[in-house]
């Protein structure tokens, strides 16, 4: 079983930044054999890919978050974090954060960022 807790979601006005962390456990758990990814759903929308980095550290980004956000992950600490900058209003969504092996996939339960003045 593998459990992902994000956190560091939160408001902040257009033009911030926030860091997401997301922090993996489970019963003889590493993060070095999983693809992590970020995802968010705004209201109304379905669930889209933010940034994934892969077991070897190729990361991904969504073409709205080139620029502006950095996916890295940390496998001694089983961590994935999101660095966020120049935050707009339409970044605001639940943030998810995703380990996959193989065809198989876990998510957290998500943080809520909020980006308004």
């Known amino acids: 079983q593998v459990q992902l807790v994000e956190s560091g979601g939160g408001l902040v006005q257009p033009g911030g930044s926030l860091r997401l962390s997301c922090a993996a456990s489970g019963s003889i758990f590493s993060i070095s054999i999983y693809s992590m990814g970020w995802y968010r759903q705004a209201p109304g929308k379905q669930r889209e890919l933010v940034a994934s980095?892969?077991?070897?550290?190729?990361?991904t980004l969504a073409r709205s978050a080139k620029g502006r956000f950095t996916i890295s992950r940390d496998n001694a600490k089983n961590t994935v974090d999101l660095q966020m900058n120049s935050l707009q209003p339409e970044d605001t969504a639940v943030y998810y954060c995703?380990?996959?092996?193989?065809?198989?996939?876990?998510w957290g339960k998500g943080t809520l960022v909020t980006v308004s003045s």
């Open positions: 980095v892969t077991i070897g550290g190729s990361t």
């Open positions: 995703n380990a996959r092996l193989r065809t198989t996939d876990y």
